[in-house]
Every structure is written in structure tokens, then in C-alpha cells.
């Protein structure tokens, strides 16, 4: 399988960016009037910023600046992500940062200037529900704020920040190459897209085998320079917590998220500890079922039963993606229905593609989406997924002020992996056999328990040891981080899988190493979204209230609105609920087995 240019692809297969700007000159003449409004803001409210009412409409005329910053942030950056050869999409991506960087430097007085205020103006603001978010955060800031001078400068680092990040994906789309291999006569090429998206679960033993193989040994060729981008990344994120007064590390970047470190570590241990066994029987089941005496980490991702894993079209999808969310309603599947005939979504899966999918938000405009369509049922799930967290941007946009519209990155994964239970849902009612359920429950975990509940929370598990050695005032190379991820997988699964130096480098296969501690916010939104579902099975006003927690976006903690579907996360009843869900579909996927033996 061949992956071909961008240009071979349909139109309906790509998405349309003249929602945002028709072309790069009119998104170049809308940095023009954007700066524009920034240098008059900064000369209005520079060092007049005294008063309640002056606050107040500053912040009006800064939401103004903010949403059209949204849009050209959001234009800049996801064409390059659809090829990374294309040196018009470069251009356009630094024009973008350019102009980011320098429109943030400039308005870096506001952030100081609210988090120097008299509580009493913050008080007074945040009466106001239009800016509940901003200077909740505000207060929160307080304590770790620098110099005026100082804080300008970090500004103006942005993109020095930034780059081990942008390193690292230009590394994955144009460096990584994995060799070619052969089975039965026949030649396969492989690439990030086509090994996650295709090969991983291949039904035939030997091509998902060689294909793991030519994927390792192409990860492996840059490992030490992904080793030195990342311990730049982390050593920053240690540099700037200790700049700011915070006790560790995981304090600074957990601040953000307006979580505390017992609930960071109450994820990933209890998973680890409790959900650990139940990830290892379902896979040694799928192993029995296949055939299998024992599974290898080029194993893991194998189907329960590849001979009901269907080709399945973009069309198909569409159909699938609208009557899985039929549970919540006309008012959800009105606004998500647009996605195909405004083409929100970019399907194509050509050649120097960023791997894996996205949902970008540019205020008020409409959602898009990146993913690389292979026709496989994955597919659906990520699909759904992106469109779960498209749904969320439409109905906090429509509901909060832009200040208030963006969820804690602790809970952002709900909403997609909500829509992922909804398919799965769909699908085995649906179906009408022992057969085809379990092929619907196994979906529920490989498709998205496995991916969101395992895979990113031993991210989360490895990051946390090596943040530890930062932490501790050591460093580390490639030969260290392949050691600890490789602890972590065998710790988690036990003798269901067969650990090796190849499944050691699965480090180097996120971008979300380079995003601070997100990797356990998926394992984190997914128990917040089990407990969503369960609630629109069991409570009348579950769907209402899944309206709710998705239009209040940001305008509530974490702790806050997770309680508008009755999920009390300071307590880990959540999370045990969510692990017994998990148990019972293991144990009815098995019964199910044991159905289709004695037909």
C-alpha cells in the first residue's frame, strides 16, 4: 500500500479552509488588521489598567483580539499538518507564529495586570459570568507571577519553547523512514500512517510482525536526537516551574489543568495496579481465540475476529457517526450532521501527513479535523472521537464568552471518548449474534479503552518516572527512556505479552511527550465520559445533562463539572466504576466466546 501525493485525492476527501480565509492573502491581510488591533489595545491599556470598569472593557476589546488570533492560530498551523512537504504550507505556518509570538509579547501586560490586581477588582470581575475562566485563573496565577519584563521575555521565547515539539513532528512525518518488507512473494511499503492505521492489526501473523520490525528499525535510527528533544522539552518545563516558585515540576504543569498531584497519581496507579489484570485477560483471550500460544508486542492490537473487520467507507462512516449519536438528541445531531457537506474533516491519507488525528476549534467558525482514512473500522472509532470533541466546540462556543469556551485539558478527552462508547453501543445493538457483539464489546476496548485507557496512560506512567529524574537533578539519553518505557509495559503486562527492545521505542510514537503531563488526561476523560454514559443509559436526563457538561466548556473547575453528570472525581468511585464497566465487557466479550463455541 502506497501512500500517494495530496494532490491525487478528491476534493470531498480534503477539508475546505475558506470558512476561516479564503487564501493566504486574505489570511496574511487578517494578521495585518489583528496587529493593528493589538498595537492599539497595548497603547489604550499599558500601564491604564486601574479600575474595575477599565478592566472590564479591556477585557471586552481583548476577547476581540483573541477570536481573531483563534482563527489565524488555527489557519496557520493545520495545513502544514496535512503535508509537510509543501513549502506554501511552511510559509504560512511561520507567518503564523510570527505573528503569534509578537501579538503575545505585546499583550503580556494583561496577564500581569490581572494577577496584580486588588482581589477586590478580581472579585468584582468575576461576578461578571462573561470572564469566570480568565480570572478564576487569574487568581490562581497570582502566586507565581515574575517581572512585568520577565514575563515579556518568555513571551517572546514562545517559539524557542516550542521547538523541541516541532522538531519532533517534522522528524515523524519526513524523517522516520521504514524500510520496505516482504511476505509470500509480495512487497509492503510501510510509514507511521500505514503501520498505526493498518499493519498494527493486520489479520495475516507475519506481516504485522515484520511490519513491527521495519517500523522499530526506523524509529530506532532517530532515537537519540528524539532523546535530545525531548529531555530539552522536559528540562525547559523544570527551568520555568522553578522560575515560578513551584514546589515540583508536576505542580507547575498540573496547574494548569486545575487538578492536584493526588488526582495525577491516583490515574495512573490505580490502572496500573487494578486494571493492569484486566487488559492482560482480555488479551490472553484474544490470543486463544486467534490461535495464538503467546502475543508479542506486535500482537497487541490484533482483532478478536479479523473475518468481521469491514471495509468501511467515508459514506459508511457518516451513516455510522449520526445514528451512534441519535442517544443525544436533535439539538447534537443537527450541529454535528454539517461535518460532510462543509467538510470540516481532511480524510486523505497522503504522503507526508502528520500520523494520528486532531479537532482544531476556531471560535465560532465551525470544527475541523485531521485524520488519514484507511477504511478500517479504527477509522470510525477516530473519527467519532474528532467529531465528539467537534461537538463539544460548537456548544461551548454557542454557550461561553471565548474567555470561558475551553475545557481543563483534564476532562478535554470526555467528549470524544464518549462518542467512541456510543458507536460500540450502536454496533452491538445492531447486531444479532453472539458473534457480531462480541466483535462490537471487543471494539469498545481495542478501539477505545486500549487506545485512550492503556496507550496514553503508560505515556503517563513513563513520563511520570522521567519527569522524576528531572526532577532529582538527572538526565537522560535514549538508552535510559528505552529502559523506563520498557519497565512500564512489563509492569502492566505482566507475562500477557512479550516485551522487547522494539517495544521499548513505543516512546518515540506520541507528540504528546512534548505537551506537559496531557498523556494521563485520556485515561482521566475517559472515566469522566464512562461515567457520562452510563448515566445516559440509566437516568432519563442523561442526555440533557451530557448537553449541559458540554456547553459549560471552561466556565467550571474540573471537580465542577463533572458533577453535572454526577461524577464526584475527588474520590475514586469514578474511576473503580469505570475499571468494573471494563471487567464486565471482558467477561461478557468471553461468554460470548463461549456462545459461538457451543453453536
Do not use: C
Amino acid at each position: 500500500m502506497e501512500l500517494k501525493q495530496r494532490s491525487e485525492f478528491p476534493e470531498r476527501e480534503l477539508w475546505d479552509l475558506t470558512a476561516l480565509y479564503k487564501d493566504r492573502q486574505d489570511f496574511l491581510l487578517a494578521i495585518e488588521k489583528a496587529w493593528q488591533d493589538v498595537q492599539i489595545f497595548q497603547r489604550n491599556y499599558q500601564n491604564h489598567l486601574n479600575d474595575v470598569e477599565r478592566f472590564t472593557q479591556a477585557l471586552l476589546e481583548l476577547e476581540q483580539i483573541e477570536i481573531q488570533m483563534s482563527h489565524i492560530e488555527t489557519y496557520a498551523f493545520m495545513p502544514q499538518t496535512s503535508d509537510f512537504s509543501n513549502e506554501e504550507f511552511a510559509q504560512i505556518a511561520k507567518a503564523g507564529d510570527d505573528f503569534s509570538t509578537k501579538a503575545r509579547v505585546a499583550l503580556s501586560f494583561m496577564d500581569t495586570a490581572l494577577a496584580q490586581a486588588d482581589d477586590e477588582i478580581l472579585d468584582q470581575l468575576a461576578a461578571n459570568s462573561h470572564f469566570t475562566a480568565i480570572i478564576r485563573q487569574a487568581k490562581q496565577a497570582k502566586a507565581h507571577l515574575l517581572a512585568p519584563e520577565v514575563e515579556k521575555t518568555l513571551t517572546n521565547l514562545r517559539e524557542v519553547f516550542n521547538g523541541p515539539y516541532d522538531i519532533y513532528t517534522k522528524m515523524r512525518a519526513g524523517d522516520f523512514h521504514m524500510a520496505d518488507f516482504e511476505v509470500n512473494g509480495q512487497t509492503y511499503q510501510n510509514s507511521f500512517v500505514l503501520y498505526e492505521n493498518f499493519y498494527q492489526n493486520h489479520e495475516n501473523a507475519e506481516i504485522r510482525e515484520k511490519a513491527f520490525r521495519s517500523f522499530s528499525a526506523g524509529l530506532r535510527q532517530h532515537q537519540n536526537a528524539a532523546a535530545a528533544a525531548y529531555l530539552a522539552k522536559v528540562s525547559s518545563e523544570k527551568l520555568m516551574a522553578d522560575m515560578r516558585g513551584y514546589d515540583t515540576v508536576f505542580d507547575y504543569l498540573l496547574a494548569e489543568q486545575e487538578v492536584d498531584r493526588p488526582m495525577f497519581d491516583r490515574q495512573i496507579d490505580l490502572i496500573m495496579k487494578e486494571f493492569g489484570p484486566v487488559a492482560q485477560k482480555f488479551v490472553k483471550h484474544v490470543a486463544q481465540v486467534n490461535g495464538l500460544t503467546q502475543m508479542t508486542f506486535a500482537d497487541w492490537k490484533l482483532d478478536i475476529d479479523n473475518d468481521l473487520n469491514p471495509e468501511v467507507s467515508i459514506d459508511d462512516a457518516y451513516d455510522l457517526v449520526m445514528q451512534s449519536v441519535q442517544p443525544l438528541g436533535q439539538e447534537y445531531t443537527t450541529e454535528i450532521a454539517r461535518y460532510q457537506q462543509e467538510r470540516w474533516v481532511d480524510f486523505a491519507a497522503n504522503a507526508n501527513k502528520d500520523s494520528g488525528g486532531y479537532a482544531a476549534d476556531p471560535y465560532k467558525v465551525h470544527p475541523y479535523v485531521l485524520m488519514s482514512w484507511t477504511g478500517r473500522m479504527s477509522d470510525v472509532y477516530t473519527l467519532i472521537h474528532e467529531i465528539g470533541h467537534s461537538g463539544q466546540f460548537i456548544f461551548s462556543d454557542q454557550e461561553q464568552s471565548f474567555f470561558n469556551t475551553h475545557m481543563s485539558t483534564y476532562y478535554v478527552e470526555a467528549p470524544s471518548t464518549f462518542n467512541e462508547l456510543l458507536l460500540s453501543d450502536y454496533l452491538e445493538r445492531q447486531f444479532d449474534n453472539p458473534r457480531q457483539k462480541r466483535f462490537a464489546l471487543a471494539h469498545r476496548l481495542t478501539d477505545t479503552y486500549f487506545h485512550n485507557f492503556i496507550t496514553h496512560l503508560l505515556e503517563a506512567a513513563f513520563q511520570r518516572k522521567v519527569y522524576q529524574l528531572i526532577e532529582d537533578g538527572q538526565t537522560f539519553g535514549a538508552k535510559q527512556l528505552n529502559q523506563i518505557m520498557k519497565g512500564v509495559l512489563e509492569e502492566f503486562w505482566g507475562d500477557a505479552l512479550i516485551i522487547d527492545d522494539d517495544a521499548a521505542l513505543t516512546w518515540m510514537r506520541q507528540a504528546h511527550y512534548y505537551m506537559g503531563l496531557y498523556s494521563y488526561t485520556y485515561s482521566a476523560g475517559l472515566v469522566i465520559a464512562t461515567a457520562g454514559y452510563l448515566n445516559l443509559k440509566n437516568n432519563p436526563k442523561g442526555a440533557k445533562e451530557w448537553l449541559d457538561f458540554l456547553k459549560s466548556g471552561g466556565s467550571r473547575t474540573p471537580l465542577e463539572t463533572a458533577m453535572l453528570i454526577g461524577a464526584d472525581i475527588a474520590t475514586e468511585k469514578p474511576l473503580r466504576d469505570t475499571i468494573q464497566f471494563l471487567s464486565d465487557t471482558v467477561d461478557q466479550i468471553i461468554h460470548y466466546s463461549e456462545e459461538i463455541a457451543h453453536d
